[in-house]
């Protein structure tokens, strides 16, 4: 992967997800400039210990430690740090004070669950890179992974410029990897996978390389995965720890 010059904002809630993200783009030398974490808790994971995975890019591993905290990483890449003043990223509050945040792009990685109003969209002055857990446009919507592993027995995450869509922005790359038996998938497989496909997104946006298209495939919109079926997938990828 060649050396990023191109500097992007992020958009973090406190999670395991916004934890595995930052780390991997200090692995490959992603340049941030502006980080804002939303207020909350980081969210814990007990049964995480550091783990590290190799990339066909790159001759050293990746190590990924949940106990690092967000500011430490964001601080040690030299980010400005804010944290925002509403928890709620679509409140006149929370999009005046990001107005006010220098740069146009930044990757968002909100709260699971919370979609960027009409409004942000419009009134921020930013555009949005967003990482989603599934191929698009086949898999859209919620934990919409676990049906591709039902289905194919494959992760996927597709990074997207958001519009006022659920999932139908610009598609800039797709990533697909086979589910690992016995790695969490939610809080360690998913992320991984959504992380990579960042970092290929950001590649290509920086050797402006033309972007994955939207594949010819029937768009599914999927909702929160029913636990019965979640346990078939965990099931399917011969995963065992955790709960069901």
């Not at 500011?71 to 999009?95: Q, R, Y």
């Not at 972007?211 to 029937?218: C, L, S, V």
Request: glycine share 8%.
């Amino acid at each position: 992967m060649k050396e990023f010059a191109r500097n992007y904002g992020i958009i973090l809630a406190p999670t395991i997800r916004s934890k595995m993200y930052v780390q991997m783009l200090r692995f490959a030398g992603v340049p941030i400039n502006q980080a804002v974490i939303l207020n909350g808790e980081e969210q814990k994971a007990r049964h995480l210990k550091k783990c590290s995975f190799d990339f066909d890019w790159s001759s050293k591993r990746f190590v990924f430690d949940p106990d690092v905290s967000l500011i430490d990483v964001l601080e040690d890449m030299g980010a400005d740090v804010h944290v925002a003043p509403d928890p709620d990223v679509n409140s006149s509050k929370f999009i005046e004070f990001l107005s006010s945040i220098p740069g146009r792009d930044f990757i968002y990685s909100g709260k699971p669950g919370v979609l960027l109003d009409a409004s942000v969209l419009s009134d921020a002055g930013k555009r949005f890179l967003h990482a989603h857990g599934g191929r698009a446009p086949r898999y859209s919507g919620s934990t919409a992974f676990y049906y591709s592993i039902l289905e194919e027995g494959l992760i996927g995450a597709t990074v997207f410029w958001m519009n006022q869509g659920i999932d139908t922005g610009e598609i800039v790359a797709i990533v697909e990897r086979p589910a690992r038996p016995s790695l969490d998938i939610d809080f360690i497989q998913d992320p991984l996978v959504r992380g990579e496909a960042l970092l290929k997104a950001l590649s290509c946006l920086q050797n402006g390389e033309v972007p994955d298209r939207a594949r010819t495939e029937q768009r599914v919109a999927y909702h929160v995965i029913h636990p019965v079926l979640k346990s078939c997938a965990l099931r399917k990828a011969k995963y065992t720890s955790g709960n069901i």
